[in-house]
């Protein structure tokens, strides 16, 4: 591995999160370049510089006035409470979807009276058929009409 | 027994006041560590780190446990913070003051930029080592200030920080190997010669905070 190589590898060897074979490969470069073990040196020294600085801890009334923020902010509609106590965002959806569809499906008008003479009229030809069954089934008929001799047949 | 980040926020999101109590608690310190070392003005970390809070709070009802809490906590942080160096720099150019603390290609600028300066009597306590070190990690561009805050400090792992970042990992490896490179540089001066030979094979594995 080139000097060049080794950028991609800095970063993880000093953090000690690069994987072994990572680790052999900078090791194995570092065995042979006298400039990079310099580097990695500095490295090091930035690493524990960086640690030298403390950064502020949060006020002592942070948390009251987080506290403050909080109570502040508006509840929850009486819907949008009922949805929070449902455990998934989707059953919530589809409880919604269910309950508009039963709504939708109470508020529908009954059948429109016009298609009823079509079912009353269908029922009259089933009665006409039935009607002449015997005369439909005679086929003694056939044979006075000068059937086909298929018909004949039968 | 300790309850975990999601059941934690599974609570806040049902109601228990106490959950958020507990995450507020966890969470404030490093929140508030890492968006004063961000934005470098402790008044307005607070500020910010209070908007984390609100936005994690306001967010709970749709609050789903697909991503590591820390992760989507850490990403709202660092989107305020940007938004809030961005309007910083606005308001300074509207006055028609010095140049903006970064360059928009990226670039390092000076060090002595005028930087939102800290309080007067924190200048005064810190010494100037740690002064010089701060400057150092204020001067770097945005993006790679919080890359390397993330890591050396919050000790995210790299998938976490590029998930905060908004990039692939092979960039954060590319954006962290830039930030350092500049600050070995910046901090040279501060590093006193090494006393013996660097041979290798030793990290700096529990060097850690």
Known sequence: MNCERMEHRWIAY?????????????????????ACRQRLEEYRSVWKLLEEVPAADPSPWFDARMRQRVAAEPAPSGWRRLVQWLPEPRLALATLALIAIGFWAASTPPRPAGRQPVVAMNEQEEFKMIKNMQVLENYDLLKELNAPNEAQGN | MVRSDVQ???????GDEASFELLLRRYRTPLCHFLNRMVRDQALAEDLAQEVFLRVYRARREYVPSAKFTTWMFRIATNLALNALRDSRHRQSELSLDAPAEAEDGSVVSLDVPDGAPRVEQQLVENERVAAIRRAIYALPEKQRAAVLLHK????????????????????????FRAYEVLRVELAPLVAPAVSGPGPGGTMEGGKP
């Open chain 1, 14 to 34: 000093v953090d000690g999160r690069a994987t072994p074979r990572e680790r052999r490969e900078v090791e194995q470069h570092l065995a042979g370049c006298a």
């Open chain 2, 8 to 14: 934690l926020m599974l609570g806040v999101k049902h």
């Open chain 2, 153 to 176: 400090y919050q000790e995210m792992d790299y998938d976490q920080i590029a998930h905060i970042l908004g990039c692939s990992v092979s960039a954060l490896k590319s954006l962290l």
